[in-house]
Structure formats: C-alpha cells, structure tokens
C-alpha cells in the first residue's frame, strides 16, 4: 500500500481536490464543501437550498435558519440574486458550497435598505457577498 497521497494531474490530493476554486462564466467563485450526487437544475425547474449570507467583514445579513427552512425558488427566471442563478445549474443536489458573489450579480449599486430604518442598510450598496450554499432538492 502507498504511504504517499495520490495527487491529480492537478496537484491537489483526491480528498482536497474539491478546495480547489472554480468560477461561473460570469465572475462567481466557489468552493465545493461537498460535492453531490444528484441531480443539475436545469432553467425554470425549483430548487431548494439552505443558505447563511455573509457581508465581507464577516457578518451574517441573512439565513435560512432563522426562517426554519430552505428557501425556494425557480432557477434563471430573476427570483433570486443574478449571482445564485449563474451558480446554481452548477451544483448537484446535495452539494455544499462556499460562494463569492460579486457586487454586480448581488445587489449592485442599489444596496439592500433596512426596513426598519430606511436611513441604514441591511447590504451597503456596491458590496460583494459570501454565502454557504446548500442544495436540498430539485424537481
């Protein structure tokens, strides 16, 4: 049996090969966490994911924990964030991910305003966002 780690034609080890960052065409990085086996989502079919958003310093604005349950929605038709529907076709079902969204495919110049004082922000305008993905279900 080997005592050294079998490495890919990548250079990464089999059991960290999945650390390695990828990109969507339009500018998304993530990480796998876990990589799942089933199925892609395809545009228009739901999809059920479980998510925690992080601002760049670290704070959490947002999480499905605090509603109970995953949140869902049809991939590509504008129902989330650009960022999630380039992203998403890209995860399995089961798959775990760690995600930087750009600005631009996030909540742009516009921001996302507290509704309960108009005057601060939940997500200041122009800023990239982190979020821990995971993918419950398609159908």
Do not use: C, N
Not at 14 to 35: K, Y
Not at 51 to 56: S, V
Not at 77 to 84: F, S
Request: glycine letters at 10%; aromatic letters at 8%; a positive charge.
């Amino acid at each position: 049996m080997p005592t050294t780690p079998i490495v890919s034609a990548t250079g990464a080890s089999p059991d960290t090969a999945h650390l390695a960052p990828q990109f969507t065409p339009g500018g998304v990085r993530f990480i796998f966490r876990e990589r799942g086996t089933g199925a892609l989502a395809r545009p228009g079919q739901r999809v059920a994911v479980r998510y925690t958003g992080f601002l760049p310093d670290g704070h959490i604005f947002d999480a499905t924990a605090a509603s109970g349950g995953p949140v869902r929605f049809r991939v590509g038709r504008k129902e989330v964030i650009a960022g999630w529907d380039k992203l998403l076709p890209l995860l399995p079902v089961g798959s775990r991910v760690r995600a930087w969204i750009p600005a631009a495919l996030a909540y742009g110049a516009a921001g996302v305003r507290d509704p309960d004082d108009e005057s601060h922000y939940l997500i200041p305008p122009d800023t990239d966002l982190v979020f821990e993905l995971q993918v419950m279900s398609v159908r």
